[in-house]
Nanobody, 118 residues
Framework: QVQLVESGGGLVQPGGSLRLSCAAS????????MGWYRQAPGKQRELVAT??????????NYADSVKGRFTISRDDGRNTMYLQMNSLKPEDTAVYYC?????????WGQGTQVTVSS
């Protein structure tokens, strides 16, 4: 059974930083495509960052709105994915979800709330 558990969300002031974690069980991150998504109130869920492992290395992709501020990474030993978020803005406020895709099946975490406000 695949289980993804996010943590690390919270309330932070504009310009601050947070690091989200996504711990996986029942699936290995390093063998599958993975990513972070977010959903703000009244909006559709959107891609934040993805990380795909290939035979020639890892390929990362970021939404334009977070480029240069967010960094996706993983720790294979802990089977955990991270999203380092710096220079946070109020418009980054959303519920953040991690996702892993295996054999065309998507698995989602339960989400963690990030609120950027003074």
């Amino acid at each position: 059974q695949v289980q993804l558990v996010e943590s690390g969300g919270g309330l932070v002031q504009p310009g601050g930083s947070l690091r989200l974690s996504c711990a996986a069980s029942g699936i290995t991150f390093s063998r599958n495509a993975m990513g972070w998504y977010r959903q703000a109130p009244g909006k559709q869920r959107e891609l934040v960052a993805t990380l795909t492992s290939t035979v020639i290395g890892d390929y990362v992709n970021y939404a334009d709105s977070v480029k240069g501020r967010f960094t996706i990474s993983r720790d294979d030993g802990r089977n955990t994915m991270y999203l380092q978020m710096n220079s946070l803005k109020p418009e980054d406020t959303a519920v953040y979800y991690c996702k892993v895709t295996r054999r065309r099946t998507d698995y989602w975490g339960q989400g963690t709330q990030v609120t950027v406000s003074s």
